[in-house]
Each structure stands twice: as C-alpha cells, then as structure tokens.
C-alpha cells in the first residue's frame, strides 16, 4: 500500500526523493521559485508542483491534487535562511528584517497548513537556528501550533553524518502523528565514536574520487569556478582538512574577512557542510579550486541523474539548500514502520 503525502517548500527535491523511493506517493509538491520549478519539471515530471508563494494557495486548490480520503503525511522543509546560523540573523535594515521575517513566518504557515489537511504524520526540516531564534520561544510557538491541532510533535537536532551521509551537517527536524503514537525518532546507524559499536562516519573522498579523473571534461553540473591567481595562491597554502593560516600570509594575500570558503575538506572525514553562498563551496581535498555543484550534490548524495537547472549559483544553492536524500529515505522508511505500529495497534485507520 502507498501513502499520500505532499512536500511543501520542496526545493531540489531532496526530502521528497527518499520518501518516493521508500514508497510513498507524492501527491504534489508545492515552492515558490522558478528555478527550483524547471529543475523539478526536468526531474520528476510525473509530480505536480504549484510554483507560487504558499500563503496565496487555497485548501481547496491542494486538494484538488490529492483527491478523496485523508493525506497519510505531509513533509517540508521551509525557508530558513531568516534565522540560519551563517551570518548575521537580524539586519539593522527595516526591508531585509522583514524580508527574514517574511522567511521565518513560512515555518509558522507550514504548521497552520497542518490544522486545515490533518495527515496522520507530519515530518519538518529546518536549520540549527530555529533552536535558539527569540530565545527557543519561536520554535515553542511552533510546537503549540502543532500541539493546539492536535498533535504530539517532537523535535530533534539530528547530524546525518549519524546516518551515512559523508558530511557533517546539523539539522533540527520535527516529527509528529495525531494516531496516539509516542513520538520517536530512527536511530543512528554510523558514528565517529569507536565506543558506540557502529560503523564509522563516511568520507567524502569516496563520493567524489572518480570526479577528480574526469578533468576539464564537460559534465552537467561538473563546472569548476574560474578563480582568481590570488585565489589559487592562498587555496595552495591550505593543508588538506585545514584553513587558510590567516596569521602568516604574505602581505599581498592578506584580506579582512575569510569565510568558509577558506577550508579544505579532508578524504578521511565527512564533508563540512554544504551551504549555499556565493558561488563557493570548500575546497577540494587535492585540487586547488572550490567544489563544483555536481561534487556538492553528490557529498549531498544525490544520484547524478537529478539535474540542477540554472547558473552556477543558481543550482549550488539549491543543492545547498536540500534534505540529503540518503537521509530522507533513512527518514522515510521509519515512518513507514511507525506507520505500520499504529496499523498493527489498530491506531491507523486506512482511508
């Protein structure tokens, strides 16, 4: 049997890629960015998607695409990057502190659309910030919107490198159900402590070794930055698994501010984490450039059939952006055993 689910604020399509393949059945998914619309289009046109701000789609217009009887879950990710941790949260400019507001209050429509559809599961992506944004009142907020629609909803700050995904990469996500299920969360099957008796975290070497081969050769997404001699200069003095020695530059490559765009990846570790930025990701382990959108995307592990539409930084920051998909299936095959507890409980009644 397949499950209806919608993916709001689905982007690249990261969240819902590991739920599909797990088995449950898409129904629509619904951004608000022209862009993330071609690439869904080039990638899953079998799924519906609305390209429009979700605060001006009706109920009814979402339920035209998922016909009789109740949606089984509902999965998002919403924009965060109001509150992400990179960068300054609020700007002393009125337009771009509403504009992150505008950003935040996504999280808030996403659980208001909770009361109007009532899916049995419901599963959140967000940002390590959403923790500490207003002192913890703003997600507190959020869990009692859930709550008040009847809820039992649970938070955790999950690392996928737990999970297999060849990077280090911090995400709070939020699980609920409304069937009498206590909320629990799928356990970690790697980690970087020999005492948990558990396989290692995974190296990004392994996800992008074979790239390495291929050169100058064209390959889609595959497209390294043109950086600058002075750029190239300071990447060579960077070890691998290290950052640019900031306190011992020669004069003519000393600047004000290095980000991290400054740091090499090591083969031995988990990628850092990929976030979008300025046309730059870290660095690669051997070679003196930046990662491409294609290396990003598979650290990401995305398969190398999803193509990202749009100019390099365009397509990084949707790649940037996404749900790892190793992690969403992982994610999404627990729901379906939680699922199959409350059927087996008789908790779960099938529309």
């Not at 390209?51 to 035209?64: G, P, S």
């Not at 400019?93 to 996504?106: Q, T």
């Not at 995305?302 to 749900?323: K, L, T």
Request: aromatic share 8%; charged share 25%; net charge neutral.
């Amino acid at each position: 049997m397949s499950y209806k689910t919608i993916d709001l604020f689905s982007g690249a399509g990261g969240l819902h890629i590991g739920f599909e393949n797990a088995g449950f059945d898409i129904k629509l998914c619904i951004d608000n960015d022209n862009l993330v619309e071609q690439t869904h289009k080039r990638n899953f046109p079998n799924i519906p998607i609305i390209n429009r701000d979700i605060r001006e789609i009706t109920v009814d217009e979402i339920k035209q695409y998922i016909g009789n009887g109740t949606l089984d879950v509902v999965i998002g990710g919403p924009p965060c990057q109001g509150f992400s941790t990179i960068g300054k949260r609020v700007s002393s400019d009125p337009e771009k502190r509403a504009k992150h507001d505008s950003r935040n209050d996504l999280v808030l429509v996403y659980a208001n659309l909770i009361k109007d559809f009532r899916p049995k599961f419901i599963v959140m992506e967000n940002v390590k910030g959403i923790l500490t944004l207003k002192n913890g009142e703003y997600l507190k907020n959020v869990m009692k919107q859930l709550e008040d629609a009847g809820y039992d909803a649970k938070y955790k700050l999950i690392n996928m490198a737990d999970y297999g995904v060849p990077e280090i990469r911090e995400r709070v996500i939020i699980i609920g159900n409304r069937v009498g299920l206590p909320v629990s969360f799928p356990e970690p099957d790697h980690s970087d402590n020999p005492d948990d008796d558990l396989p290692g975290w995974n190296n990004c070497w392994d996800a992008i070794k074979d790239l390495e081969l291929l050169g100058d050769k064209p390959a889609i997404n595959h497209v390294a930055l043109k950086h600058t001699a002075k750029n190239i200069a300071r990447y060579k003095l960077i070890p691998e698994g290290g950052r640019l020695p900031e306190d011992d530059l020669p004069p003519e490559l000393y600047r004000r501010n290095f980000g991290n765009t400054y740091k090499r990846l090591s083969r031995t570790r988990p990628a850092l984490t990929m976030v979008p930025g300025n046309d730059a990701f870290p660095i690669h382990p051997t070679l003196h450039r930046s990662l491409t959108v294609r290396e990003a995307a598979r650290i990401q592990t995305f398969p190398d059939s999803i193509i990202f539409e749009g100019n390099r930084r365009q397509q990084g920051h949707q790649v940037g952006n996404a749900v790892p998909p190793m992690f969403s299936e992982k994610l999404a095959n627990f729901i379906l055993s939680e699922i199959q507890k409350a059927k087996d409980s008789g908790l779960y009644e099938c529309d």
